[in-house]
């Protein structure tokens, strides 16, 4: 008797983006289009690892990171179909990571010590599913660490009282205190975070470049509909009427 063994195939990134382009069908704007992609094969790699743990801070880093860089990106129902689409392309579900997403606003507002003193509490007791699959992988030694946890940390603290990511160094000694709290690597943490601030910005002020020139080719377009729209001058009565002009000529 020969023993059958399954052989699990592991999707290629390849596979991935085939099914996101597969359920969004509409073209996506050039500016825009790197950061989904780039977004795509990242996800991808966590997901395919043989240590991959899904936790709410995941999905807090996955939405953060979304809504930051595809602000600006228009029309809005397109948005929501490609974020709705990378999940599907990635296997997960998007509701569930919009909803994992928002449990962390319960933490809204708080001071830094009172955040890191909930944040404790939620990791050590667990509680309700999305407690303990947060506790599960904070203190699971093989979670494989990702830039999006980093960001998802880097949005508490956008939401703490007083905004923690404003000032450099207030953020850096931020960062040191809650890091080790969620199990992340206080050094890549601020790697990561420093180069995503960068790629941020340079985001924000192509999306400027790119609204300047829409509003331009507007009223370009505009000034043109209003010449070939706007009435045509009297002609002179030389034009008009023939009859004067004949009796001009013989005089």
Do not use: C
Request: proline share 5%; aromatic share 8%; net charge negative.
């Amino acid at each position: 008797m020969f023993q059958l063994f399954t052989v699990q195939i592991t999707r290629t990134v390849s596979d991935t983006k085939k099914a996101f382009y597969a359920a969004h069908t509409r073209p996506i704007h050039s500016i825009f289009r790197r950061f989904v992609e780039e977004l795509l094969v990242e996800v991808h790699l966590l997901r395919v690892n043989t240590n991959f743990v899904y936790s709410p801070l995941l999905a807090l880093g996955i939405v953060t990171a979304y809504n930051h860089f595809m602000s600006g990106y228009r029309p809005e129902t397109d948005r929501n179909s490609i974020f709705t689409s990378f999940a599907i392309a990635e296997e997960f579900d998007p509701q569930q990571l919009q909803a994992d997403a928002s449990r962390w606003e319960e933490l809204a507002g708080l001071e830094l010590g009172e955040l890191q003193t909930r944040l404790q509490a939620w990791i050590s007791e667990g509680g309700d599913p999305w407690h303990n699959s947060l506790r599960d992988a904070v203190n699971n030694p093989q979670t494989k660490y990702s830039r999006l946890q980093a960001i998802g940390l880097y949005h508490l603290l956008e939401q703490a009282a007083g905004n923690l990511t404003q000032e450099l160094t207030t953020l850096e000694a931020s960062l040191e205190q809650l890091s080790p709290v969620v199990n992340l690597p206080v050094d890549k943490v601020k790697k990561d975070l420093e180069l995503y601030r960068s790629n941020l910005d340079k985001m924000i002020q192509a999306q400027k470049i790119m609204a300047e020139l829409v509003e331009v080719e507007r009223k370009r377009r505009e000034q043109a509909a209003n010449e070939a729209n706007a009435p045509t001058p009297p002609a002179s009565e030389s034009l008009t009427n023939p009859e004067s002009t004949s009796a001009e000529a013989s005089s």
